[in-house]
Structures are given as C-alpha cells and as structure tokens.
C-alpha cells in the first residue's frame, strides 16, 4: 500500500496464555480493509515481545487482546514495557471480556480505551483512526 | 402397530435387550392430555430410503439416537464446566454442584496448567487461576477431588497437551482412595488437533502430540477400560467462527487422523473406537442445529464401518457431549442470554445428545456467580423434567425441513472432508494454515453479518437499551497467584529431590524411546515432581510448536 494513503501501522497484540483469537482478527482484517497496516502477533506473547515489536515496527498505535480474565496484570504490563522501550507515547487499546469495574482503573493507568463484547466494530475503528492522528501530530510536533 | 419386518427385528433384538439390561426410567411416558407418548413413532410406511438414511434408534446408521429409548431410559448427563482459582475453591463449586443435581463433573484448568507451566513460571503471571483450577503438582489435584469418591462419579478434564499428566495425577489421587484406575469413569479431552486450529493450548508439535496420545489411548484400553481417552471437539473450532458445517467436517477429519494414528500403532480399532466421544457446540439457529447432530451421527457410523472396517457397533457410536454457544451471549442485556442457552439447550436434547453443559447468562462479562450457574443447570432441568421431549425418541424425524437439511448437511460436511483428504490431511493443512484461514473467513463474514444488520442480535444490534445497568460479576481472589505460588515452593523444598530428578530421568529415556510413557509419568507425579518439570522433559525431547500466521 502507497504510504500517502496509508491510515497508520497497527499492532494487534494478544499477550497472556489465551488462544481465543476470534477477536484480535476480526479486529486486524477490519482494521486492514479500512486502510491501516497492520501486524498480529499470534497468540502468547509476553508484554516485553509485544513491546519490542511495536518500536520495531515503528506503529501508531498498539491494540491488545485478552479474554483470560488476566487484563488487570497483563494491560499495564504491556504499557510499562513500552514505556521502557521508550515507547510510552504510543496509544494501546484493549479488548476482551472486562468488567465494569475494571475499565476506568485501565484507563487511569493510561490505556487510551477500553473495548468489551458487542461493541460496534465501526466504533473501535473510529477509535484506531482518532489514536493514530493524536499520535501522528504529538510525534510531528516533536520532530 | 408397525409390522414391518425390520421394526419387528429391531424390536425383538436391540430394543429387546436393552429394556431388560436397562428399563426406561418410568413404566408409562404420557403426554399432558393423558394418552401414551410413542416411544418411536414411525411412518405408516417403512420403506428402503427410510431404512437406510433414518432407521431405528440404537442401529446402523443411528440417525434417530445412539440407543434405542434414548432418554425414556437415561437422561443426558448434566455436566457444568467449572473451575477457577484454587483447588480449593474449585472443590466447594464441584460439591455445590453435585448437591444441586448434576450428575458429572467437568474439570477446568488454568491456562498455565494446560500449557505446561508452573505456577511461578515468568510466563504464568496473571493467569493463575483465572480460568479454570491451578495444577502444580498431585497435592492440588488431591485438593481438587477432596471428598468426592472418585469410583461414584464420571469426571470429565478438558485438558490436552499435558493430557498424560493431569490423567496420572487422577489415578494417582484414586490410589489413595483406594480405588483402581478400572474403576474410574470419565474422559480427558486428549484433542491436540484443535488446539492448533482455534483453541491455542498447544505445546508440542503435532507428530510427537499424536504420539502421546496413542500411548494414553494404548494404556488406558488396559488399564482403564471404562474411561473416554479422548473426546474430538468441534466445539471451539466453532467457537473459533466456523459454520455448522465446518465444525463437523473439520473435527471429523482430526477424529480420522486420530483413527488412523491409532491403527498405525497397532491398536484394534474395536478396541478403542468405543471409548472415542465427541464435543459439539449447540448454536442458534434451531432447526440447523439439530439437523447437525443427526447428519453427523450417519455419518461418523458409515466412516467408521466403510473407511475404517470398524465391527462393533459400539464402534459405529457417535456419542457426544454438547455446550451452548458461548460466542452468541451478549454483554448486552444479560438476562436474554438465558433464553438464547434455553432454546439452544433444547436444540442439543432434540439432537440426542449424551451430556450438555448450559453456559451461564453472565458469561459474555466474566465467570458466572453461582445463582447464574444454578440457572443454567435448571433449565436443563426444565427440559428434562417438564417440557415432556424426553418421552419419545428423535421427535423430530419424518419432519420434510428436517430430514432434507439432515441430507444436506451430511453431504456437505462429507464434501468438505473429501478435500482436505484430497489436499494432504489434517496435518498438512494445519501446518500450511488452510484450516485456520476457512473459519477466519466465516468469522469475518458472520461479523460483517452484524455489523450491517443482517444478522440480528437481540440487545446488540436491535432492540438496544440505551440505560443498561451493570450486573455484579465474579470476582477471583486477587491473592491466588501467590498463595499457590507459596504452596508450591513449599513442596519443591519438603519432596525428596533425588528421587524426582531419578523418575524424571526414566520419563525422559521412555519419551526418547518407544516404551509407553504413562507408568513414568505416573512414576513422576507420585514422587511430586511437577506439571512444569514433567512437561520441560517432554519439551527437551519433542520441542515446541510454532502458530503459523495468517498475518
């Protein structure tokens, strides 16, 4: 793909133990069929893994998996990993079976946002593309 | 009354013997009006296509059940998945769950259990526990099966690659109770295959999983002659974003390679094609559903006796164990995830299921309370005991929808297993993805299905509500992970260690070579070598699997 029309570079991550895949890749190929690269990960990767991949590849933005239950661990794993890549301004995205209660502490540990069963996929996508701009002008602006 | 000769034979043989072995569970089955519910009711005409395609129930090809009064004589077993946290807590749920009326228990792992690591392994933080009991060493699994007599009930253990481990670990607990593993009912779920496809527990490569389970296949055929040693699951392929059809077809063409693995090694296949069951997905859309099990039943018979010359009858059995699609419940409006379990339940009964597990109405949001699960289990219970479908066999069949998307789905599913034979086998097209990429393709489809409103999803795509209140969810005790860490430490440092690291070292020479490995591995775990150490042996000698990607 042409870089001009490229939206942004994705990595899709699925850190833990779990293999319920369903969703990391109906969200990778939505994800690719609205304009963006994206890489997966394949399942079982650690925080570290994940991270070093994202600096790696240079992405916009970093969305993660989860469907164990393990997100409270697993979610700001992955952030102080990046964060000690030096890739701490990257926005990360998470999704999976979370409860309620759970989702504002995520995001006050720094996860952009937060995605459970049933939302809309043109909704995560909104979120993809508006994770990419703020991402895309902070990074211009330091340059 | 039907005086066709086959009916007449039918009756006089296999209903015959059954009924004296075992009588129907009440001495008249009657509908709500007062008159007599058929055990089978038949067409006024029995002709050669009914005979071939539809027959009687308990007889070639078993379209219409694998017994002959089905659940006149015996309901299904109800069998609710559960597990988490500790051993011990997963034990008070087992018990709560026995006085509430099920009838089977259904062991579930940690995914670090079920992928071969220790509790205190780097790999392991924040999954302990969490989706299903932590295993380390035969203490917890002692902890597990605390006061539930292992000879009074079947256990069902949904774990794979460490399938000869979990296995030793519960004879090894029987031991001590006194009982022989002759005794033991039950079945592991032994099902590498589609690990690689959709479930991701694998550890090993494909050729040296097969091995291992041909050696629990060979042993347990001796020594635990009344245990299920494997049960193929399309459950989670299906789960994974297949069709109807691609669940079958797909798990029937890992059964094969099963089959074939089997009769490689030496094994009769009436030995032990009888102890090989099956795991479905009961989806939503009804009528399809039961269509499903009834094609695949006629034609796992006729594989069975055409491709594999399987004599038994008891071999020609397609006996499955059902749960209710997990991927249809919504986040959305939890209580309608009770009515969706109820009709797909039903669906599982009118498909002459051996055992079903009903999902809870929380399960889209976390693990379910117990008040869900208690729901779950009673509307199984409702089926069985009220709705009155249990009083005749396959009520269903001679229906025109029915029997034609019966044929249909046989053929399809037949059609779909020509392929993939005709490309090479299971393996090869796991190995080369193909597999993987047919259900990514149904998947996405299905998806965009929702997405533009083709599908309809009630609370999530239609009749939404923009007020929802959240429900209370399951909370895991957050000090799992190091309580069981702290217990394990604790063992590690009291066993004799000369003695693991000796029964480890004749593990390893056994896996090097051709011996059977379960009185090793059953060596090891009695000394409390753990589940880490046991499976770094296997690791050492067979490596581990790579997922191919699709990306």
Redesign the interface.
């Known amino acids: 793909m042409d870089i001009q029309q490229c939206r942004g570079r994705i990595l899709i991550g699925k850190p833990g133990l779990d293999g319920h895949d369903r969703g990391a890749k109906i969200i990778a190929r939505s994800l690719r069929d609205d304009g963006f690269e994206v890489i997966y990960t394949g399942i079982r990767r650690t925080p570290e893994e994940i991270a070093l991949t994202a600096i790696q590849e240079d992405v916009d933005v970093v969305g993660l998996s989860v469907l164990s239950g393990a997100h409270n661990e697993l979610f700001p794993e992955v952030l102080k990993a990046l964060h000690q890549a030096k890739g701490g301004d990257i926005p990360v995205i998470g999704g999976g079976i979370i409860p309620e209660e759970d989702i504002q502490h995520l995001k006050e540990l720094g996860m952009y946002e937060i995605f459970t069963s049933g939302t809309p996929v043109q909704t995560i996508l909104n979120t993809f593309r508006e994770a990419t701009e703020k991402y895309r002008q902070r990074k211009h602006k330091i340059i | 009354m039907n005086k066709h000769p086959a009916f007449v034979e039918w009756k006089e043989t296999v209903l015959k013997k059954t009924l004296e072995r075992f009588p129907e569970r009440q001495k008249e089955f009657k509908t709500d009006s007062g008159f007599p519910a058929e055990r089978l009711a038949l067409p006024e005409e029995i002709d050669d296509k009914y005979l071939l395609k539809i027959g009687f129930p308990g007889q070639y090809p078993f379209t219409r059940g694998v017994q002959p009064t089905m659940y006149r004589g015996r309901l299904w077993t109800m069998r609710q998945y559960a597990g988490f946290s500790s051993a011990e807590e997963s034990n008070k749920r087992y018990r709560y769950l026995l006085e509430q009326g099920t009838t089977g228990l259904s062991v579930a792992f940690d ?2 259990t ?2 071969g690591y220790d509790s205190d392994h ?6 302990v526990g ?2 299903g009991a932590a295993i380390d060493t035969f203490a917890d699994m002692e902890a597990l099966f605390n006061g539930i007599p292992l000879d009074k009930v079947s256990t069902s253990m949904t774990i794979n690659s460490p399938t000869a481990i979990l296995l030793a670990m519960y004879v090894v607990v029987a031991e001590r109770q006194g009982i022989k593993p002759a005794q033991l009912a039950g079945t592991v779920q032994n099902d590498i295959l589609k ?1 690689y496809i ?4 694998y550890i090993f490569p494909p050729h040296p999983s097969i091995r291992l389970m041909t050696d629990i296949i060979e042993w347990c055929s001796r020594e635990m002659p009344q245990f299920n040693t494997i049960s193929v699951s399309g459950y989670h392929i299906r ?3 297949s069709t109807a059809v691609q669940e079958i077809a797909f798990t029937f063409a890992n059964a094969c390679t099963y089959v074939e693995a089997a009769i490689c090694a030496g094994l009769d296949v009436d030995v032990f094609a009888p102890r090989m069951t099956f795991f479905f997905n009961a989806s939503s859309d009804f009528l399809e559903e039961i269509a499903k099990f009834r094609a695949a039943r006629r034609l796992w018979a006729r594989l069975m006796k055409e491709r594999f010359k399987a004599k038994d009858p008891a071999s020609l059995k397609l006996r499955f164990h059902t749960q209710t699609a997990g ?1 249809t ?4 409006q939890v209580d309608n995830n009770i009515v969706r379990v109820t009709l797909q339940a039903l669906a599982a009964v009118l498909g002459g299921t051996q055992s079903l597990h009903t999902n809870s109405r929380d399960e ?4 379910p309370l117990e008040d869900s699960v208690r729901t779950a289990l009673r509307t199984q219970q409702i089926i069985a005991y009220e709705s009155g479908v249990c009083n005749t066999v396959d009520p269903l069949a001679g229906s025109y929808y029915i029997e034609n998307l019966t044929d249909r789905m046989e053929q399809e599913i037949s059609a779909l297993i020509d392929r993939i034979d005709a490309a090479g086998g299971m393996i090869a097209a796991i190995e080369s993805g193909s597999v993987q990429r047919q259900i ?1 393709e149904s ?2 489809t299905y ?1 965009q299905q929702i ?1 533009n409103g083709e599908r309809i ?1 009630i609370g ?2 239609k009749f939404q509500e923009t007020k929802e209140v ?1 429900p209370p ?1 399951f909370q ?1 005790n957050k000090f799992i992970e190091e309580n069981q860490v702290m217990k394990l430490l604790k063992i590690r440092a009291e066993r004799d260690n000369q003695k693991v690291r000796k029964s480890l070292a004749h593990l390893e020479e056994a896996v090097r070579g051709k011996e059977n490995v379960m009185p090793h591995v059953i060596e090891a775990v009695r000394c409390y070598a753990t589940l880490g150490e046991i499976c770094d042996v296997l690791r050492k000698v067979f490596g581990v699997y790579e ?1 191919t ?3």
Do not use: D
């Open positions: 995914l670090p079920q992928i780097k790999i392991s933080r924040g999954e969490r989706v690990e959709a479930r991701g527990t789960e994974a974003g991927y419940l919504t986040a959305q889209a949001l976390t693990l990514e998947s996405y998806q997405e999803v999530q795509n959240s969810v895991i997922e990607k699709g990306y």
